[in-house]
């Protein structure tokens, strides 16, 4: 199993533009989530997932948008990036919701100039 | 909003030498998790402690949780190169939709 996987790694964009953040799992959990990461912060919820079809929002979820269309898949799209969007960003899938194990994807580093 | 404060944030010490990190709040947690992040990577859970005054040992790893559920404490013995990492706390509550709250972690570097 490969777990979580995200891409890409490594993202630069300038202010404005759009793009997509992919998140794909193979354990068929039905409950995945998107975290951001910053220096002194810690991980925060952005758009949370319980099955497909459903999401809601978490703690800083402005500026993002989420679809789950099927329960491998949960991308995270940014519609106009703004500096304050730089970040590290994971995702997240786990069986029994936030409470139980969450794996986490390596990350996708962003910068927004 | 609840908060988790962990400390000390930056911890180097030498190999060999024991150490513990703090994760404390004012509020109560029906359980508490700890993970640990390697540069490049994700959190990965080493540990959910669930009852007031539960202890738990993961090799060199002793994980508590205080008697009121608000603090937990992680113990290394013996801290090796293996070890260095992100220490992150996570307090789990059963209501609501921010079930999670993570701390800022703790960033452990032992050197050989």
């Known amino acids: 199993n490969a777990g979580v996987t995200q891409t890409p790694k490594f993202q630069v964009l300038k202010t404005g533009q759009s793009m997509t953040l992919q998140c794909a799992q193979d354990m068929n959990h039905e409950y995945m989530s998107w975290y951001r990461q910053d220096p002194g912060m810690g991980l925060r919820l952005i758009h949370y997932?319980?099955?497909?079809?459903?999401?809601d929002q978490g703690e800083v979820p402005n500026g993002y948008n989420v679809s789950r269309s099927t329960t491998e898949d949960f991308p995270l799209r940014l519609l106009s990036a703004a500096p304050s969007q730089t970040s590290v960003y994971f995702c997240?899938?786990?069986?029994?919701?936030?409470?139980?194990?969450?794996?986490f994807g390596p990350g996708t580093r962003l910068t927004v100039l | 909003t609840q908060l988790l404060e962990q400390s000390p944030q930056f911890l180097s010490i030498q190999e060999g030498e024991n150490l513990t990190v703090y994760c404390n709040s004012s509020?109560?947690?029906?359980?508490l998790q700890w993970y640990r992040q390697e540069p490049g990577e994700g959190p990965v859970l080493l540990v959910t402690v669930v009852t007031g005054g539960e202890v738990k040992k993961l090799k060199r790893l002793t994980f508590q949780f205080g008697d009121a559920r608000k603090d937990s404490s992680l113990h290394i013995t013996a801290a090796q190169p293996g070890d260095t990492g992100l220490y992150l706390c996570?307090?789990?509550?059963?209501?609501?939709?921010?079930?999670?709250?993570f701390g800022i972690g703790t960033k452990l570097q032992v050197i050989p």
């Open positions: 997240a899938s786990s069986y029994y919701g936030q409470e139980g194990e969450q794996f």
């Open positions: 509020s109560v947690f029906s359980s």
């Open positions: 996570a307090g789990i509550n059963s209501g609501g939709y921010q079930k999670v709250t």
């Open positions: 997932s319980v099955g497909a079809g459903i999401t």
